[in-house]
């Protein structure tokens, strides 16, 4: 069984960083595409970042430049460093190991930033 946790949320001020990570259990993630996601209270579910099996990465629109996605498959970890943070980056954060039906979820880990 896969189990996917995840750390590093907190209350930041704006501007501030964090570096969010998420530990993978039951499953390698060097053979898996990872992906961050987020969601606001009353929003949808929101893609960040990926990173794929060869270490390819892509990323949102809305993210893009702030937020770096990475990956230790020794740790069998990925994290997600963001910077610049702003209020409108307050949501509970999920990473996700594979696709599709296949795929597994964390339990999330609030990131709250306010002043």
């Known amino acids: 069984q896969v189990q996917l946790v995840e750390s590093g949320g907190g209350l930041v001020q704006p501007g501030g960083s964090l570096r969010l990570s998420c530990v993978a259990s039951g499953a390698d993630i060097d053979i898996a595409t990872m992906t961050w996601y987020r969601q606001a209270p009353g929003e949808q579910r929101e893609l960040l970042a990926v990173?794929?099996?060869?270490?390819?990465?892509d990323y949102a629109d809305s993210v893009k430049g702030r937020f770096t996605i990475s990956r230790d498959n020794g740790k069998n970890t990925v994290y997600l460093q963001m910077n610049s943070l702003s209020p409108e980056d307050t949501a509970v954060y999920y990473c996700?190991?594979?696709?599709?039906?296949?795929?597994?979820w964390g339990q999330g880990t609030q990131v709250t930033v306010s002043s």
């Open positions: 990173i794929t099996i060869n270490g390819l990465t």
């Open positions: 996700k190991r594979g696709q599709g039906l296949a795929a597994s």
